[in-house]
């Protein structure tokens, strides 16, 4: 699966003080926006366009127009941070959501919304989520999304795990994931480390007491999903 870490000093630079433990939700925010505007740029580089006739004030001219009908799926909630920014870039873009969240004790990926219609009206797909983290809810999504019949799925997600990166290219090894960094290891309670934190949580101030931090734990059954993915990560 081929694994694009954006090297753009403007992308290290917004991600440094989006992890930072002080930044306050408003700001948060506003980095999801621009950073997914910056990797958006880098993951629809290879986007094929077709040739059409226009007229400049000086004269007619063969241009380039965008070819494939794109789709945005941001995963809810974290990925709806991102869809602003992707709109911007590619205005004709269709918006699909698809509603997933991660069980905290199994870490495995829950579905709770879906209104994908029956055959697939876009050529590419972008998933849009800023954490990948044990992998599994990217790759439940991009299931679903080849089963709805996409040509094409790219990932674009702020922050991936190594496990998570694991996973998602065993899983689905033609997709090509764009991130902002590639982190240490997952925490026994499948929280990125270094990571920052919960992406939903501090784009929404949504914080539910300290026992859902991401640095409470461990569970022992979560602590086993990790270690069963670190394991695979060292096969
Ligand atoms: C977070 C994140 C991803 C998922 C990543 O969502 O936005 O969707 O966890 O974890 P995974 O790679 O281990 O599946 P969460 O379940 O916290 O839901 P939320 O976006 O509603 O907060
Ligand atoms: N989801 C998040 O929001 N953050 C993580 O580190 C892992 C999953």
């Not at 699966?1 to 989006?18: E, G």
């Not at 063969?62 to 602003?84: C, K, N, Q, W, Y």
């Not at 929404?204 to 409470?216: D, I, K, L, N, R």
Request: glycine residues 8%; proline residues 8%.
């Amino acid at each position: 699966m081929p694994l694009h870490v954006s090297q753009h000093p403007l992308v290290a630079h917004k991600l440094a003080i989006l992890r930072d433990k002080t930044t306050e939700p408003k700001k948060f925010r506003e980095l999801v926006r621009e950073l997914t505007w910056l990797l958006g740029y880098e993951a629809m580089a290879d986007l094929t366009t077709r040739p059409v006739q226009i007229e400049t004030p000086l004269e007619p001219m063969t241009a380039a127009s965008m070819e494939p009908r794109v789709g945005l799926i941001p995963i809810l909630r974290a990925g709806l941070g991102m869809v602003d920014a992707m709109l911007e870039l590619l205005p004709t873009s269709e918006v699909w959501h698809i509603g997933l969240y991660r069980d905290e004790r199994t870490l495995k990926p829950v579905e709770y919304y879906n209104k994908l219609p029956d055959a697939a009206t876009v050529q590419v797909c972008l998933v849009l989520d800023p954490m990948l983290a044990t992998g599994g809810s990217a790759a439940a999504t991009i299931d679903i999304l080849k089963a709805w019949g996409a040509a094409r799925v790219k990932q674009v997600s702020l922050i991936a795990a190594p496990e998570g990166v694991r996973t998602l290219g065993d899983a689905h090894p033609d997709v090509d994931v764009h991130v902002a960094a590639l982190d240490s290891h997952l925490n026994e309670r499948g929280y990125i480390v270094p990571g920052l934190g919960d992406a939903g949580d501090r784009q929404f101030g949504t914080f539910a007491g300290p026992g859902s931090e991401p640095g409470h734990g461990p569970d022992d059954e979560t602590a086993e999903v990790v270690r069963r993915l670190q394991r695979d990560l060292e096969r």
